[in-house]
């Protein structure tokens, strides 16, 4: 009857398939099998039987997989919907702060912010790359390429001047951005993004980073163009991760041009920003193919402030505070 009455809904019940008594007494075994293992002390012999049993469970979800595909051939239209996965980011947990676009006094609030003339197409981003004094040769390389990534951007020095000193001569000289690489270990560990005249400020945590000729194909860099690429910008959700995506997005010149097939990608995943780059080229009408340029990192945010660099009298509209597991109550529990 329950049945019934879903389907007078439009909506589709779907019973889990049932399994067959050899299927049931195989997962029994299994299920033995992994219990005595984790009492097991000889730790050669636990590992090998530990990856036999990984391998049996990956056979059985792979012809799963197998007769799923085969079953939906067969019923066409009416075949169940397809099975999507559990995962940590999509059963994150609802946020206050989440942003429903329907919402017209939200929107209102998002859109005039700091970056409200740069969205209305008033100017045209000019950025001042530079670094920490001394860097070693990977921030070099580092920044040079992201001077082919940014349009209209240029890289200069430090020359042991201040963070300060620096965005009053970039505002002087009508740069719309600074963005300082910091690094560590001779390895670039942080991003400073500080938009002019009047602010906001970010500070991200940089890792993972794999410069372009460290990349799989040979002679990328000879790939790259001149040409503005188009920017993608994915999964913030939060008024904080509006906030983070409208900066990032301001970098880029608001008028891409098509022409080159770039484009750049700024990805969040639980909190962490995933940039790539690539450069596509279209197979048929359907069908497009991906070549990576590089380079590629992951950004984590640290902290936003109002207004220009300021770390003593600064306001912050959100900070790490102490330890980041403190803040992190629970691992579905996000930000951006």
């Known amino acids: ?19 067959s008594a050899s299927d049931r007494l195989a ?3 299994r299920f033995r099998t992994q219990r005595r293992l984790s009492t097991m002390k000889n730790k050669v012999l636990r590992n090998a039987q530990w990856a036999t049993l990984k391998k049996e469970k990956r056979k059985v979800k792979k012809e799963g997989q197998k007769q799923r595909k085969k079953e939906a051939e067969a019923l066409g239209d009416k075949a169940p919907p397809k099975q999507i996965p559990r995962t940590i980011e999509n059963t994150r947990e609802a946020d206050i702060t989440t942003v429903d676009h329907d919402d017209e006094e939200v929107t209102f609030d998002i859109t005039h912010d700091e970056y409200e003339s740069y969205f209305s197409k008033t100017y045209v981003p000019k950025i001042l790359i530079t670094s920490s004094d001394n860097p070693h040769s990977k921030t070099i390389h580092f ?5 082919k990534i940014f349009p209209s951007s ?13 965005i009053q001569s970039a505002k002087e000289k009508n740069y719309t951005d600074v963005v300082v690489i910091n690094e560590d270990r001779r390895v670039p560990n942080g991003m400073l993004v500080s938009h002019l005249p009047d602010g906001p400020t970010a500070y991200f945590k940089i890792s993972n980073v794999k ?3 460290d990349m799989k194909y040979k002679n990328i860099i000879k790939e790259f163009t001149t040409h503005r690429p188009e920017v993608i910008l994915n999964n913030f959700q939060t008024r904080l991760g509006q906030a983070v995506s409208r900066m990032l997005a301001s970098l880029f010149h608001y008028d891409p041009q098509f022409k080159g097939r770039r484009a750049v990608t700024f990805h969040n995943q639980r909190d962490y ?3 790539r780059h690539h450069r596509y080229e279209f197979k048929s009408q359907k069908r497009a193919a991906l070549r990576e340029l590089g380079p590629r990192f992951t950004l984590r945010l640290k ?9 003593i009298e600064g306001d912050y509209e959100w900070i790490i505070a102490g330890k980041r597991h403190e803040m992190e ?7 951006l």
């Open 1 to 19: 009857m329950e049945n019934e009455e879903n389907a007078e809904n439009g909506e589709v019940l779907v019973k889990p398939p049932t399994l």
């Open 27 to 29: 997962a029994k075994k």
């Open 143 to 147: 920044i040079r390429e992201l001077t």
């Open 154 to 166: 240029e890289c200069q020095w430090r020359k042991r001047s201040s963070v300060k000193k620096m």
């Open 211 to 213: 410069l372009t000729k």
């Open 273 to 275: 920003i995933f940039f």
């Open 303 to 311: 902290w936003l402030q109002k207004g220009t660099f300021d770390t």
């Open 329 to 335: 109550t629970s691992r579905r529990r996000f930000f």
